[in-house]
């Protein structure tokens, strides 16, 4: 009995492969799902076909773009946390699944701390301004910048960071530890 199973789903799964891979004529609806660099489905991600937005993703990272032509399309996927996308799709098959990974802040987070521990500061600078791009208010991003210039050296660069992040409303308590900690280190070098 169980072997039978097997050999009906197989034969199901052989004849919807073979009849997918027929281009199609007329529309067909292109499914589709973002993930992150570590596999995890982005929920609320907005896709956009040919720069108008046409879907949102749901909480398992999945979309359904309704009504296409088989042809090109320019896709993009746009999240608050993650990298945006761009790139291009041939639809060609109205069986056609799309699967889109972007670079997420936490794992650009954990390069960032790679490069400080291997001081790699140009590598680190260049994640930093990855993480700034996604969100310039993020306030992670801001603070590992203002360390990067502290590490070089060059605190005034550092704190005028702090304090221009503090004037757009971007604190929290690390950055006010930091701001703190400066301000006191240019007391006592004067």
């Known amino acids: ?100 990974k972007v670079v997420d802040n936490e794992t650009l987070y954990e390069s960032v701390e790679k490069q400080f521990s291997q001081s790699d500061l140009s590598k680190a600078e260049e994640e930093i301004f990855r993480l700034l791009r996604i969100n310039p208010d993020n306030p992670n991003a801001v603070m590992y910048l203002a360390v990067l210039r502290y590490k070089e050296e060059d605190k005034a660069a550092s704190l005028r960071i702090l304090l221009d992040a503090e004037r757009r409303g971007i604190s929290d308590i690390w950055m006010q530890s930091f701001i703190k900690k400066m301000e006191e280190e240019n007391e006592n070098n004067s």
Do not use: W
């Open 1 to 100: 009995m169980m072997k039978r199973f097997f050999t009906g789903v197989v034969l199901l799964l052989l004849f919807t492969s073979c009849a997918g891979t027929k281009t199609f004529k007329g529309r067909a609806d292109l499914h589709g799902a973002v993930y992150d660099a570590k596999s995890r489905p982005v929920p609320n991600c907005v896709i956009l076909l040919d720069g108008k937005e046409k879907a949102l993703t749901d909480i398992n990272g999945r979309f359904v773009l309704y009504g296409l032509q088989s042809a090109a399309y320019t896709i993009e996927a746009c999240s608050s946390y993650c990298e945006r996308y761009t790139g291009e799709v041939q639809f060609l098959n109205e069986t056609q699944y799309i699967l889109i």
